[in-house]
């Protein structure tokens, strides 16, 4: 697998130096530009992302953005050390696909960088793949690790449910009321009956997660 | 410029044009009477017995003529000369300004010995012309090339633009027209006076104009002194740095002035005093924030200490010190972002910038923001958005900060092992939305908890470093639920920590 490209701009040298550290060391190769000057077409090539800091000397961050939103798609994160909202909406309207306010960990960069970067993950609607998990959606058929697995209708509506948006927790409610149609509080210890069924159905490999005080997620091994 | 100085300058400079425009009409219109009243002299003349005389001996004929007795120039108007010895004899004089007097044939006068008001006056000269404008008498000037063209078949020609010169001049054609002396060229003067057809004829009428100027220069003696106590009044008041009034008796414009002043100072007062005051908060904020991001700052240096003291003695990293000085560095950002919050919020200046905010994306910041920290606390902290996103018309900024804390401070308060949820959904059919962070940490006492929900927190309390207090954060919470118009919600969790719910209108993107 390729590394993708990073763009930093960032004229603070101790900061721009930990940011391409982090970056290089989680597998990306960082191109770091220690003033601000507008992105020509050529000028990196295979550009995957932009961290822009907003508060450069010389050229206004904000004027680099326009130009590069002008002429490219490329996802631009932006660094910010104030705390006005008019700069974060303006940001945003030239087309900042995401900004961070300083501090910041590097955790929390590496993970908004990896949010941003993060492609949709393709699949055939019919067809709902999430680790040893096979959901046909068409045939009402669902495999675990290869094994054909019997579900209720409701089992098998509750799994689709979270296979929709694997890795993010959803919550009981939402479920009682989307998957069994009542909006009654009891409905929600009736989910937990159904989850508890499926859970035995799937093995003890299931994918299915509580989380605390929300709901259910189906893992999908990348989301923390 | 002195306003007596500036008073008396104004009043030449509006006075000297219209004394010029109203002598300049004067002379006009009393050389036209002049004109008028030759021509009408003449043709009198010559009706009488001067066509006899002139037409009897065209070779003599012309020269001065007897003028009636009288004063002015109004005097020729009154009729024809009644006397007979009249009859030009003798040589014609030299010159239109004669002294008046019984002898025709006098010598030329000077230029510019005007004939006085009083005085006698020069009679007029009449010489006759053939109707070819030929003059049988050889002293008899050339009638002026101009004065016979304008003439033509007309009666009378004047000069034009003569108005500004005594001497009258008028060529008279007379109602026969064959002869010697059928046309006749008048000399006179505007006699007596050099003033007279509208402004009086002596100068004398100047003496009350200039007595009124005086008067008027010295009418202004008691408002420049006004002025001048004004002056002094200001002043005083400045030197007190206006705290005393500006006072003027009286119930003139200059005492209203006075008036106007004493307001003015009183606003200048007032909004210096509110700027003391402001000037005062800021100070008193500066030294609070100080102090406060101080003390986690010097924590922070006592763990990097102790951790370097550790490594330098070659033992291992203590994994709690760490995580301690990880901890204060994350405190220090939350409240550097808190006062600078608090800062403009106590300002009275903020301008709650609203717009679309994408609910979604700014929990998703928060988690992200706090997970390094709760992580390092063995705290689970997980969101819930819905997968339609939520919109709220709201400001960016303060809203994330608000969550933020409230995340924040069910993070910090926590033992470890514990989890801290922050969810957001939509109500009432996607017109409301709410976030809510609920966690299983120590909680708040029941008690405390109402008192918060009633007044917030506020004062040193809010400053408070937690646990104890709920701190600034809390505060600034309260604070921007309260800007935005959201409702805020403290209650005890089913998990028996805190459930806080911040709720509000949705709006479209």
């Not at chain 2, 410029?1 to 500036?6: P, Y």
């Amino acid at each position: 697998m390729t590394r993708e490209r990073v763009l930093l701009i960032e004229d603070d040298h101790e900061l721009g130096t930990q940011i391409a550290d982090q970056l290089g060391r989680a597998g990306f190769a960082v191109t770091w530009w220690k003033e601000g000057r507008t992105i020509e077409a050529g000028d990196v090539p295979e550009l995957a992302l932009v961290i822009l800091d907003l508060m450069l000397p010389g050229t206004y961050g904000m004027d680099i953005l326009k130009d590069l939103r002008a002429r490219s798609e490329v996802p631009v994160l932006v660094l910010s050390a104030r705390s006005d909202t008019a700069d974060k909406v303006r940001a945003l309207k030239l087309g900042a696909d995401d900004y961070m306010t300083k501090p910041f960990w590097p955790e929390e960069l590496l993970e908004r960088v990896k949010a941003r970067l993060r492609r949709p993950i393709l699949q055939r609607v019919e067809l709902v793949e999430v680790g040893p998990l096979r959901i046909d959606l068409a045939g009402h058929e669902v495999h675990m690790a290869g094994r054909a697995v019997e579900l209720t209708r409701v089992e098998f509506e509750l799994l689709t449910a979270l296979a929709r948006r694997p890795g993010v927790a959803i919550t009981r409610k939402w479920l009682a009321e989307h998957v069994l149609g009542s909006e009654l509080p009891s409905s929600e210890r009736t989910l937990d009956v159904h989850v508890s069924r499926l859970r035995k159905k799937l093995g003890p490999h299931s994918p299915i997660e509580t989380v605390w005080a929300i709901g259910y997620r189906l893992a999908a091994g990348r989301e923390p | 410029m002195k306003l007596r100085l500036r008073l008396a300058l104004t009043t030449l400079a509006v006075a000297v044009p219209m004394l010029l425009g109203v002598w300049i009409a004067d002379a006009v219109s009393r050389h036209r009477a002049a004109e008028v009243a030759l021509a009408e002299f003449t043709r009198m003349h010559m009706l009488g017995r001067g066509r006899e005389r002139c037409e009897a001996d065209p070779d003599a004929w012309g020269g001065e003529m007897p003028r009636p007795p009288g004063p002015g120039p109004g005097e020729l108007e009154r009729g024809p000369p009644r006397s007979d010895d009249d009859a030009p004899r003798g040589p014609p004089p030299a010159g239109p300004r004669e002294h008046a007097g019984p002898r025709e044939h006098a010598g030329p006068r000077e230029h510019g010995d005007r004939p006085r008001h009083g005085g006698r006056v020069a009679p007029p000269q009449l010489y006759a012309y053939d109707p070819e404008l030929h003059a049988a008498n050889p002293a008899a000037p050339l009638v002026p090339a101009e004065l016979a063209a304008r003439l033509g078949d007309d009666e009378l020609a004047t000069w034009p633009w003569a108005w500004w010169s005594p001497e009258v001049e008028v060529l008279v054609r007379m109602p026969w027209d064959t002869g010697p002396c059928a046309v006749v060229l008048a000399r006179g003067t505007t006699v007596p006076g050099w003033l007279g057809a509208i402004l009086p004829a002596t100068s004398t009428w100047l003496v009350p104009l200039f007595a009124l100027f005086a008067v008027v220069l010295a009418a202004m003696g008691p408002i420049v002194r006004r002025i001048r106590r004004l002056t002094a009044e200001v002043r005083r008041s400045a030197a007190t740095g206006y705290a005393s009034p500006v006072a003027l008796s009286g119930r003139d414009e200059l005492a209203e002035l006075a008036r106007a002043f004493a307001e003015a100072g009183q606003t200048v007062r007032a909004e210096l005093a509110e700027k003391d005051r402001r000037e005062q908060a800021l100070r008193r904020f500066l030294a609070d924030t100080t102090h406060d991001v101080m003390i986690p700052l010097t924590v922070l240096q006592g763990h990097l200490s102790a951790l370097r003291e550790r490594a330098g003695a070659g033992q291992a990293l203590e994994l709690p010190t760490l995580i301690a000085a990880m901890d204060e560095a994350h405190y220090i950002a939350a409240l550097v972002h808190n006062l600078a919050l608090a800062a403009r919020l106590d300002a009275g200046a903020l301008q709650l910038q609203r717009g679309p905010v994408d609910l979604c994306a700014l929990v998703e910041r928060v988690v992200m923001r706090h997970r390094p920290i709760a992580r390092q606390h063995a705290v689970s902290l997980e969101r819930a958005t819905p997968e339609a996103p939520i919109f709220a018309d709201a400001d960016v900024t303060l809203l994330e900060q608000a969550v933020s804390n409230l995340v924040y401070n069910a993070i910090r308060h926590h033992r470890s092992d514990g989890h801290v949820a922050l969810i957001l959904d939509s109500h009432d059919a996607g017109a409301h939305f709410r976030v809510r962070v609920v966690d299983d940490g120590p909680g708040i006492p029941a008690d405390e908890l109402a008192r918060i929900a009633e007044r917030g927190v506020r004062g040193n309390e809010a400053r408070t470093r937690a646990p104890e207090g709920q701190g600034l954060g809390l505060d600034i919470v309260h604070r921007v639920a309260a800007l935005h118009g959201y409702s805020l919600h403290l209650q005890a969790s089913e998990f028996g920590g805190l459930q806080v719910d911040l709720a509000g209108p949705c709006a479209g993107p």
